[in-house]
């Protein structure tokens, strides 16, 4: 009964992703979304139910008055004209029409369009809201974007300056608001409500890792994160293993959180950290930490914070074998977060039918509503704005 339950489950996971990238394909053009931008937000949830009093209006004691006097600094950069195309209220639907491909049409101020002091005020937005650590990751999507234009011969859909920002509410210490960076393979959703910040939902990626030749020659990202998801599953031991793994077959796409999946219901699987021993525990919350970290420094550390109050209820799913040049898919998913690392198959400028370790998608939710911080924007209008 035991292996019947896990070849449904074996099904379950090829099958899913397969129905995905149908609908997927039939989303249509930025704005549309399918049905999905039709639906109100829910958020993503377990067991079909949202999680109720997961998220509070509190001070964090970090203050957010960089990011502020930056954002202000790139809007004032800007001419009327780009600015009027850039703003947007801070409960607009443009939050969630975010796409990791690079065709959908998008809003906002582009880097393609920007002169050189423009793009310098829009780097300063990001290394304000944004660890070293994450900026120079985001910065070598772009660039690897670039070495994607000149291995495909494609400067129409793909380069370095395809990336575009769009400002939601206005930029204030007291008030919500927030930016968004929106591209192929990177995707950064960043709100604020007074010195408490919410970055989710996150996509980061690409198609190659690794640039060998070209303009970018020796960039390449998403290494810590490959290697150390597959560490920790190397850590555990045979029984924890098996229990960790939702299937061995690798054969296609997992990622079920990407683009215009803001509704996703998905049930906890794999291992829980209750059945860790501390060293394995502080492993996968290192782990964790590989994605956190992308935030400044204070607000990394409240988040995970967050993430360590909800620990015993933290799950680790595996999908592939644990070999050392293993192609393979992990989750982790909590209460308060889901993070999703995929390899994938290629599709530019050539396409493979099996998974490859020079494309990579990534993505880091903050589930049970709080994505966009739409609970505590949904508080916060309760409290203040009831009218």
Do not use: C
């Not at 592939?320 to 995929?342: M, N, Q, T």
Request: proline fraction near 4%; charge should be negative; hydrophobic fraction near 35%.
């Amino acid at each position: 009964m035991k292996n019947q339950s896990k070849k449904l489950v074996a099904l379950a996971v090829i099958l899913v992703p397969i129905v995905a990238i149908s609908l997927y394909a039939q989303r249509g053009p930025r704005g549309g979304g399918g049905a999905s931008l039709s639906e109100p937000f829910r958020g993503i949830a377990a067991g079909d139910e949202i999680e109720k009093g997961l998220f509070k209006i509190e001070s964090t004691g970090v203050s957010t008055k960089p990011v502020v006097d930056a954002a202000n600094a790139f809007l004032d950069g800007l001419t009327e004209q780009q600015r009027k195309r850039t703003t947007f209220p801070v409960d607009d639907s443009e939050w969630r029409k975010w796409d990791n491909r690079h065709s959908p049409k998008r809003q906002g101020v582009g880097f393609d369009e920007m002169n050189e002091d423009q793009r310098t005020l829009a780097f300063d937005l990001m290394r304000e809201s944004l660890s070293a650590k994450g900026l120079k990751l985001s910065k070598d999507i772009m660039k690897l974007n670039g070495t994607l234009a000149e291995l495909a011969n494609n400067y129409d859909e793909y380069g370095e300056w395809l990336y575009w920002i769009t400002v939601m509410g206005e930029p204030s210490e007291t008030e919500p608001w927030g930016w968004q960076i929106d591209g192929h393979h990177l995707v950064i959703n960043y709100f604020v409500l007074g010195d408490q910040v919410v970055m989710s939902p996150v996509f980061i990626g690409s198609e190659p890792i690794h640039a060998k030749s070209g303009k970018f020659e020796g960039t390449i990202i998403m290494q810590d994160e490959q290697n150390a998801g597959l560490e920790f599953m190397q850590s555990l031991n045979k029984s924890q293993q098996m229990e960790a793994t939702i299937t061995d077959a690798k054969s296609g796409t997992n990622n079920l959180t990407e683009a215009y999946k803001d509704n996703v219901n998905l049930d906890y699987a794999g291992i829980p950290a209750s059945k860790l021993d501390e060293k394995q525990q502080a492993a996968l919350l290192d782990l964790i930490g590989q994605y956190v970290g992308n935030m400044r420094r204070g607000h990394a550390k409240v988040k995970m914070s967050e993430v360590k109050k909800h620990l015993d209820r933290t799950y680790f799913g595996w999908i592939g074998d644990v070999s050392d040049d293993a192609v393979f898919y992990y989750r982790i998913h909590s209460p308060v977060v889901l993070i999703e690392f995929d390899h994938q198959r290629r599709v530019a400028p050539f396409r493979t039918r099996k998974p490859t370790r020079d494309h990579i998608h990534a993505v880091i939710r903050t589930p049970n509503g709080n994505d966009y911080g739409k609970d505590l924007l949904r508080q916060h209008i309760e409290h203040d704005h009831p009218h």
